[in-house]
């Protein structure tokens, strides 16, 4: 329940992000923009929410999120409504837009959504451990070992 909780408020901001920005640059009509914010809810909420996320952290999911967005954007753009110089433009908008709101998003994920043992299926930095220990002279611990076999 959970995940389509998620899953619902990732639709719903791509969907305004989207219906926000493309018509400004391109002819985008309702049923494509729809069909565009089902396509990106679903790739970006695999790849960088359950994928990424939990195994290389917050900044590199969004990037990648922002990565992705921008590429489907782009390429949906170019399949669905036409070719055009204003076509990138809209797609780096985007990207920028849904990255803006995944940093947020992201956050929400890790506390609310992902389970503990889908967390340490990540590799975190926190995990990792630094061992400090003083070296002893081993010469030194033979020594006191005879001394005291001797006493």
Known sequence: MRHLKA????FTVIA?????ILPLFLTAGLGEIFFMSVLLTGVTYIIGDLFILPRLGYFSATVADFVLVTFLVWILSVL???TGPAIFASALSVGFGV???EAI??????EKVLTDTELDKGFYRAHMQTEIAEEEDIHALNNKVKRDEND
């Open 105 to 110: 998003f992201h956050i929400y994920m890790k």
């Open 99 to 101: 990255a803006l709101t």
């Open 7 to 10: 899953l619902g408020i990732k």
């Open 16 to 20: 305004i992000v989207l219906y926000s």
């Open 80 to 82: 669905f409504i036409g």
